[in-house]
């Protein structure tokens, strides 16, 4: 008895320790300086975790956010300015000095609004379709799967509407015209920028385009009722001659997989992996295997997963809110109905062996010219650079090199 009482104190005590710690973190703000002599500060709202890294540690690749909020701070620091990063929930912050930009994601900035300088340049980070498109087609997917096969799920990817791009001057968006088009009510000057990746993939030579012309792919994070997985259950389950292979966090929604159980566990051309990290040998084997991605999401800014099996070789089957772009070298679902999903999959794959290598190499090749660490570097700098422009604001800046200093 006694024993089960310590461990139950000290469970406790875990919890609350992290808990305080979680709180700590999400109230911190990290200030980092240029070499050179400072021309003003940079408020950038969004997430902090890439600047507290330990040195023998590496950026995560499980979102390409890491990388591009890093970057961002970096954009800034080149420029000449001294970048203050917390993160998008912060409860508490409240400006206590003037900022030149102010960078948003989420809520901190209609918060802030009345305590900036008049002067400051608020750009809001659209990195997803504006939330009130993006929770409602969610529950038109939950609805429509209720309806269909009598099940209620819980909503995975609701996310309290803001107004950051009613405060703000401008907003750059990542994403194409979906994306944009969902904020072109605000009537604020919009600024496309492409997501990036965090892994590049080589050509995959000896890939078997005959052997693997059945065999699909979905990849995706978690919300897998907004990431249109129910959809393709229904439909791989119909079609016993096509495969698909499921690369995502299904065990992390146990009301989905009690609903589709048989389908993920107990279906012969139905192969769930789970979640798999994308720099491993294991994905690529996948992704050397299947011929296309089916991607039905219901809501994205610009899927970072469809971005990363682009650059895997494979052919797209997308609906038209993942956010990328396919042109000639795959296919954009209009409505995404089971019959809809069915004839695109059937339509690649029936295709001759030199059509879908062509496919498949124009997919690849689309990624590495839009999609790269070096295009969001250049493209992000030329927006700031427009939007300075806009406001009046000097840009004849070197760009120097720098030494982010860390003070929590």
């Known amino acids: ?54 040195v023998d540690e590496s950026l995560p690749v499980s979102h390409t956010h ?15 300015y001294c970048v203050d990063v917390i993160r998008c929930d912060n409860d508490v912050f409240i400006p206590q000095k003037d900022y030149v930009f102010f960078i948003e994601t989420r809520w901190n900035l209609q918060r802030s609004t009345p305590h900036l300088n008049k002067d400051c340049i ?14 409602a087609a969610e529950a038109n997917r939950l609805l429509a799967l209720q309806q269909r096969r009598g099940i209620t799920l819980k909503p995975r990817r609701y996310e309290p509407p803001n107004q950051a791009i009613e405060h703000a001057d401008c907003a750059i968006v990542l994403g194409n015209k979906f994306t944009l088009n969902t904020y072109k ?16 993939y080589p050509w995959p030579e000896n890939k078997n385009f005959d052997a693997c012309r059945k065999h699909f792919v979905w990849f995706s994070s978690g919300g897998l009722v ?16 096509y495969h698909l292979t499921i690369c995502g966090p299904v065990d992390k929604e146990e009301d989905f997989v009690q609903a589709f159980y048989k389908e993920l566990y107990q279906t012969p051309n139905i192969h769930t992996v789970g979640w798999i990290d994308i720099t491993s040998h294991r994905f690529r084997e996948i992704t050397n295997s299947c011929i296309g991605l089916v991607y039905p999401s219901c809501s994205e800014g610009q899927s970072g997963a469809v971005v990363t099996c682009l650059h895997a070789g494979l052919i797209p089957i997308l609906s038209y809110e993942s956010g990328v772009d396919v042109h000639n070298f795959g296919v954009i679902l209009q409505e995404c109905s089971i019959t809809e999903i069915k004839e695109a999959i059937i339509r690649i794959s029936c295709l001759s062996i030199a059509q879908l290598k062509l496919m498949a190499q124009q997919s690849w090749e689309y990624a590495r010219a839009h999609h790269t660490k070096e295009k969001f570097r250049t493209t992000y700098l030329q927006t700031i650079n427009t939007i300075q422009e806009n406001h009046n604001i000097e840009t004849t800046l070197p760009v120097l090199n720098t030494r982010l200093i860390h003070k929590n």
């Open 66 to 80: 890491y990388w591009e909020c890093l970057q961002i701070a970096k954009t800034f620091l080149e420029m000449g």
């Open 1 to 54: 008895m006694q024993i089960n009482v310590i461990s139950g104190v000290k469970s406790t005590v875990a919890v609350l320790a992290g808990k305080i710690q979680a709180r700590m973190q999400r109230r911190m703000m990290v200030s980092l300086k240029p070499e050179q002599r400072a021309i003003g500060n940079v408020l950038i709202s969004y997430i902090v975790e890439p600047f507290l890294l330990k």
């Open 122 to 135: 608020k750009i809001f980070h659209a990195d997803t379709a504006h939330l009130l498109f993006h929770n």
């Open 226 to 241: 907004h990431k249109g997985l129910d959809l393709l259950l229904d439909v791989f389950s119909q079609m016993s001659d």
């Open 185 to 200: 009510y605000a009537q604020k000057p919009l600024y496309p920028i492409p997501i990036t990746t965090p892994v590049v």
